[in-house]
């Protein structure tokens, strides 16, 4: 099955822009969808398709794409988007079968 | 509004079988083209993606599960239900359920339900 690789932690001083990479093989074929997590919550969608918001999700948020990698970026990042991220695609097996990143802590100075 | 609310035991022996029932509102599972997933979450590790079940009663494991899991659906109740045999400590982890979209997206996602497995 598929792998999909996050840097474990990356941190962006308040109002800075940061970007967040998730590398796999199933990114050739597939878009990442991304997830923010806060601390004892459930994961909420932030990014899925080529660069589509869930309503309510703030503009800063954006994803891109370009051959094995998926990128999240935090355009102006706050203090509320301190939290874990992680990317998800479907497998590259070939199946509809789903694969999660490793996730990403960003901490916001 | 789509919600999803998971519910099962908090507590479960070594070996003993796992039943976790997902009960969702907002949407159809009957409707073409959805599909509910099951996905967990040790304590302070990342997601794992377990198993999906669509509308047209297809169900899908993680490769490295699937000996030990079931997905079944009743629509009528609104509930998707993942059974999980022969669970271990290394089992103990946050279960959620969550509807897949059209583009493959992981949205909503239930509150989770934590499950410790100790003797």
């Known amino acids: 099955s598929s792998e999909l690789t996050q840097d474990p932690a990356v941190s962006v001083a308040l109002g800075q822009t940061v970007r967040i990479t998730c590398q796999g093989d199933?990114?050739?074929?597939?878009?990442a969808s991304w997830y923010q997590q806060k601390p004892g919550q459930a994961p909420v969608l932030v990014i899925y398709?080529?660069?589509n918001r869930p309503s309510g999700i703030p503009d800063r948020f954006s994803g891109s794409s370009s051959g094995n990698t998926a990128s999240l970026t935090i355009t102006g990042a706050q203090a509320e988007d301190e939290a874990d991220y992680y990317c998800n695609s479907r497998d590259s097996s070939g199946n509809p079968q789903f694969v999660f990143g490793t996730g990403t802590k960003v901490t916001v100075l | 509004q789509v919600t999803l609310r998971e519910s099962g035991p908090a507590l479960v022996k070594p070996t003993q079988t796992l039943t976790l029932t997902c009960t969702f509102s907002?949407?159809?599972?009957?409707?073409?083209?959805?599909?509910v997933s099951w996905i967990r979450q040790p304590p302070g590790k990342a997601l794992e993606w377990l198993a999906l079940?669509?509308?047209?009663?297809?169900?899908y494991y993680s490769t490295s599960l699937k000996t030990r899991l079931t997905i079944s659906k009743d629509t009528s109740k609104n509930q998707v239900v993942l059974t999980m045999t022969n669970m271990d400590p290394v089992d103990t982890a946050t279960y959620y359920c969550?509807?897949?979209?059209?583009?493959?997206?992981?949205?909503?996602w239930g509150q989770g339900t934590l499950v410790t497995v100790s003797s």
């Open positions: 969550a509807r897949i979209g059209r583009a493959a997206e992981f949205d909503p």
């Open positions: 079940i669509d509308w047209d009663d297809d169900k």
């Open positions: 907002g949407f159809s599972l009957s409707t073409s083209g959805m599909c």
């Open positions: 199933s990114l050739r074929s597939y878009y």
């Open positions: 398709g080529k660069n």
